[in-house]
């Protein structure tokens, strides 16, 4: 292993050591803050919505609050970490180091991503105890999971690289993120939707990753599917380069 | 070989601060090497930018001939920082610190391990290993940050006061650690407010002030550069008034003490020759302050000085 893949790892590590030894904080409030979920809109509101397209109401959500978990676990990890990481200044620890840019991205993006993929286990798994879960294409599943949990830790390190105050990170995640996940497809499908609004929600990239997921556990979707794993891939990319070009510029975290 | 070589540097800050103006100054490979200034002289902003935690404006800085704009990773890889202000992070076991450190290094973990506990060793702060470093008192901290810097084990470190309010006992700890580090071959850079710490340590001594070098030489000819040494005399019996040595200035600091001023060209024979004519016994005798520290304010001040004028 070379010395910037040993550099990475470390990183990684010390990214993954850091989700689990805040278990309490990271995996637990997912997992409850869902159950509430399935119970009310599943359990008790579910059962006069009926179905939707073609799904009872409990199974059609449980993909979409999958994704709501990742979208706002794998964000919240790498914002807080991040963030953290530069206002008590142990952010110097990496910065002084010969580790690249991309090394220090890809560190902090593997730490939500895990994180992510934790929470997406943790629900699934409380998932079960309210519905059936037949995933239709496991393969595709895990995919769109990591890219969406990539996606949205490389959007919580832009938030990060950007803050100077607590407030600038908990911003966006309320005023922001929040709406978006609500007025994504999470609880309904578009299709309800008058024609402008559906307009509007395919403006929403949100839209495109529950659907994708949605897609992948059930088979059914508001968008192509070949659509959906498009918009992440670009978000993706787009989101990561802007991440390495910002922190080789220097920009939020040297004078 | 020079370890480092500051070629007009400059710096300005988004708030429109010059911190620094045009600075040259060349570190050679093996010196022990003081950065002195007052506070907001631009210290800081220097190893900032050696470091590459600060962004220069115009300039350069080469690391062992490697150029930051060109090799950073490579300059980096020879560096050891040690910063002013803790930079822990407080919620890590001190010897994960020290493990992580090394891994961002590109230090295989093994030998990382290896080496955060030689460290953690020589620092004193072993038994700490399994502590959180916000558990750890302020000087267990710096000795902490001494070891994070050590772990890659760096050619050039770089110490920007690291001995900023920590004990007696833990400062003289770290001198001698330091002296020896020194001693096998790594070149040290010092930043400190205890010019008493600096003139023991160092043999080459650069004052920045107002973000320019106003003085920049060796430890020996920067204090052969000093005007006048202030002596404390103590006394074996009391006086009421200072007696008069012929050609020195003279004052009573405590009926046992008395305060003698000596210029470069005079020696401090006549004096003991004058007082034991008039039958003044001489118990002890120190400097008032560290010959830097008079040199340092000497030098300062004729800088404020030439900018008022």
């Not at chain 2, 404390?232 to 006086?239: C, G, K, M, T």
Request: glycine share 6%.
């Amino acid at each position: 292993m070379n010395a910037q893949m040993i550099s990475m790892v470390a990183l990684i590590r010390k990214e993954t050591t850091r989700v689990l030894r805040i278990w309490v904080q990271t995996l637990i409030p997912p997992g409850i803050t869902m159950s509430l979920y399935f119970i009310i809109f599943g359990t008790l509101i579910g059962r006069r919505i009926g179905e939707m397209d073609g799904y009872p109401y409990m199974e059609y959500i449980a993909p979409g609050l999958i994704m709501m978990s990742v979208i706002t676990n794998s964000y919240g990890n790498v914002v807080g970490s991040f963030f953290n990481a530069k206002i008590q200044r142990h952010i110097e620890e990496l910065l002084v180091s010969p580790m690249s840019e991309a090394s220090i991205v890809i560190g902090y993006l593997a730490g939500g991503v895990i994180r992510g993929l934790f929470v997406a286990a943790v629900v699934s798994f409380i998932a079960l105890f309210f519905t059936d879960l037949n995933v239709k294409h496991p393969l595709l599943t895990i995919i769109v999971v990591i890219m969406t949990a990539g996606v949205f830790s490389l959007a919580g390190l832009l938030n990060a690289i950007f803050a100077k105050k607590f407030d600038d990170i908990a911003v966006i995640p309320s005023f922001v993120l929040a709406p978006l996940t609500y007025l994504g497809g999470v609880f309904y499908t578009v299709s309800l939707l008058p024609d402008f609004w559906q307009t509007i929600s395919r403006l929403n990239p949100i839209l495109y990753m529950v659907n994708s997921m949605r897609y992948s556990v059930l088979g059914v979707s508001d968008i192509e599917i070949r659509d959906g794993l498009f918009m992440i891939f670009i978000f993706f990319i787009l989101l990561l380069f802007t991440s390495i070009f910002l922190l080789k510029r220097g920009i939020g975290i040297r004078d | 070989m020079k370890a480092l070589s500051v070629n007009d540097l400059s710096k300005q800050y988004r708030n429109g601060v010059q911190a620094l103006k045009s600075v040259n100054f060349q570190v050679n490979q093996g010196d022990f090497f003081a950065l002195l200034g007052p506070n907001g002289a631009g210290k800081t902003t220097a190893i900032g930018i050696i470091t590459s935690l600060v962004n220069k404006t115009s300039g350069s800085v080469q690391v062992f001939n490697s150029d930051i704009d060109h090799q950073l990773s490579l300059a980096k890889s020879y560096l050891g920082v040690v910063p002013q202000e803790v930079n822990l992070n407080l919620f890590d076991k001190c010897i994960n610190t020290l493990v992580n450190q090394a891994g961002f290094y590109g230090i295989p973990r093994p030998e990382a391990k290896k080496r955060a506990e030689d460290y953690l060793k020589q620092m004193d702060i072993w038994e700490k290993r399994n502590s959180n470093a916000r558990d750890l008192s302020g000087g267990m901290k710096r000795r902490l940050m001494v070891a994070r810097a050590l772990v890659n084990k760096p050619k050039l470190l770089l110490l920007d006061e690291p001995t900023a309010g920590v004990d007696i006992e833990t400062r003289r700890m770290m001198w001698s650690f330091l002296r020896e580090l020194n001693n096998q071959g790594t070149t040290i850079i010092l930043t400190t407010h205890y010019l008493e710490e600096a003139e023991q340590l160092c043999d080459h001594v650069a004052i920045i002030d107002e973000g320019e070098i106003i003085e920049n030489d060796s430890m020996l000819n920067v204090l052969g550069k000093l005007k006048k040494e202030v002596f404390i005399l103590n006394l074996e019996n009391s006086l009421d008034v200072a007696p008069k040595i012929p050609g020195y200035e003279t004052s009573l600091r405590s009926p046992r003490e008395i305060e003698v001023s000596v210029t470069q060209s005079q020696g401090v024979n006549d004096i003991f020759t004058e007082l034991k004519k008039i039958d003044i016994k001489i118990i002890s005798m120190r400097n008032k302050t560290s010959r830097l520290e008079e040199l340092f304010i000497e030098l300062t001040n004729n800088q404020k000085e030439e900018q008022q004028r």
